[in-house]
């Protein structure tokens, strides 16, 4: 109404039905401008996470927030929608190729390979290799593998090679569980993910 019929504060707040310390009251809020950001960047860098599990990451990182207010920024940036196409582009474009290592334990890369009994029954094998030397560190066979069991196959791998400083995984259920995530943060560890619909990035 000032702007465009010229008229003062105090008629424009009356007509608007507003005090005047409305007007020209100022927010208090605190700038949430780099936590926002921080909750895009790591939803963005793991679009299975939901806004609890970037909780979890925000308060190792050290940020004290609550969870109504995560919630409400990861809202407000639309980070709860999950759309598969356009999406996955978005993704892909945040990461690039992991740097080749230079020598032994410091790369490990980890998959599934399926296969069937002769009575039909269905087995998964956890795969386990080093990337610099191409050696087999793990071989964990099951009918079930969790996210769990992927922690304690590496934990037995460890306990002869020691640990890698990175690993290399596809989006799997087992790899992006709340479980596999623990163990990696408990023991400094870097879950490497591959960029969706690119399988080539764990060969």
């Known amino acids: 109404m000032q702007e465009r ?5 105090q008629r424009s707040c009356r007509l608007a039905l507003l005090r005047r310390s409305v007007w020209y009251a100022k927010s208090q809020a605190l700038d949430q401008s780099a936590l926002r950001q921080r909750i895009r960047d790591v939803a ?3 679009p299975r996470f939901g806004y609890l599990r970037v909780l979890v990451m925000l308060k190792r990182e050290g940020w004290a927030v609550g969870k109504k207010r995560v919630y409400r920024l990861y809202r407000l940036d639309g980070l709860q929608l999950r759309m598969k196409v356009k999406r996955r582009k978005r993704i892909s474009l945040q ?3 992991v740097a080749a290592p230079t020598g032994p334990n410091q790369h490990w890369s980890m998959d599934f390979v399926h296969d ?6 269905k087995f998964r094998i956890l795969t386990v290799i080093d990337q610099w030397s191409r050696e087999s560190m793990s071989l964990e066979a ?11 196959a590496l934990d037995q791998a460890a306990a ?7 690993i290399t995984v596809d989006n799997g259920t087992e790899f992006t569980s709340k479980a596999l995530d623990e163990w990696a943060y408990r023991r400094g560890v870097k879950l ?3 960029r969706p619909g690119k399988p080539t990035d764990n060969g």
């Not at 019929?5 to 504060?9: A, D, L, M, N």
């Not at 069937?116 to 029954?121: I, K, T």
Request: with cysteine; proline share 3%; aromatic share 8%.
């Open 142 to 152: 099951n009918f079930r593998l969790t996210g769990r069991c992927v922690g304690q």
């Open 116 to 121: 069937q009994m002769h009575d039909g029954r």
């Open 44 to 46: 963005m860098s793991r």
């Open 192 to 194: 490497d993910y591959t």
């Open 160 to 166: 002869q090679r020691g640990l890698p400083r990175a």
């Open 5 to 9: 019929f010229k008229v003062s504060v």
């Open 95 to 97: 990461r690039g190729r």
